[in-house]
């Protein structure tokens, strides 16, 4: 597709459940961005995907979030033992780099999937 | 650490008002800034954005500038319309990730 894909849209589960979300970024963009937006609050960051680089995961909240990416395709972020606090949007982003210089800050978002933890 | 603050919303205003979203930063250094508008059930897209220090951005009639004395980016346009309705966030670069602040909802009304 033309732009970034997120799946599923909305997504209700039970507290204590695992939960996984799936990004596909635009194709070609290297770089790939989770963030977390809860009602009334900012997007927060939480992880970061560049090519075969190490991603930084700083803004991943505790060890019950995780996230994987296959190669520079689809990203699918899981959350284990959901918590009601976690209820958020999570947003995906891609990026394109290119050679020898740094993403221009243009991400391009996706329509997010809306977790609610019951 | 780094932070971008934005005025609460909603701003409600009425077609051909003039609009001002402020924006405010705390940032080491001088970041790239951004406005990126996300319109009512679509992702957030860039608006606009500035480099460096004095540098206005600009788009659709939006504009916003870099300035270092104030740490601000206010976003500004002369005459909105009921088009312009969305969710408007201001962000700063640091590193290779982009901070955002929390949103500010106008409504734009015939």
């Known amino acids: 597709g033309a732009g970034v894909s997120q799946s599923p849209s909305n997504k209700v589960t039970e507290k204590g459940k695992d939960v996984e979300l799936r990004c596909d970024p635009i194709s070609g963009h290297t770089a790939l961005y989770w963030y977390r937006q809860r009602l009334g609050q900012g997007l927060e960051f939480l992880i970061y995907?560049?090519?075969?680089?190490?991603?930084?995961k700083s803004g991943l909240p505790s060890d019950r979030f995780s996230a994987e990416r296959t190669g520079e395709s689809v990203s699918t972020l899981t959350i284990q033992r959901t918590q009601q606090e976690d209820s958020a949007v999570y947003l995906c982003a891609s990026s394109l780099w290119t050679s020898g210089s740094r993403p221009t800050g243009e991400l391009f978002f996706g329509e997010g999937s809306r977790l609610t933890v019951l | 650490g780094d932070s971008v603050t934005q005025m609460e919303g909603p701003v409600t205003l009425s077609e051909e008002a003039f609009l001002t979203i402020n924006c405010t930063y705390t940032?080491?250094?001088?970041?790239?800034l951004f406005w990126y508008v996300q319109y009512p059930g679509e992702g957030l897209q860039l608006l606009l954005k500035?480099?460096?220090?004095?540098d206005k951005g600009s788009n659709k009639g939006f504009e916003a500038t870099y300035r270092k004395e104030t740490t601000s980016f206010h976003l500004e346009k002369g005459s909105v319309q009921v088009s312009d309705s969305a969710v408007y966030f201001c962000a700063l670069r640091r590193s290779d990730k982009l901070i955002f602040g929390t949103g500010t909802r106008l409504q734009v009304f015939p």
């Open positions: 940032a080491t250094g001088y970041p790239s």
């Open positions: 995907f560049q090519g075969n680089s190490a991603p930084d």
């Open positions: 500035a480099t460096k220090a004095d």
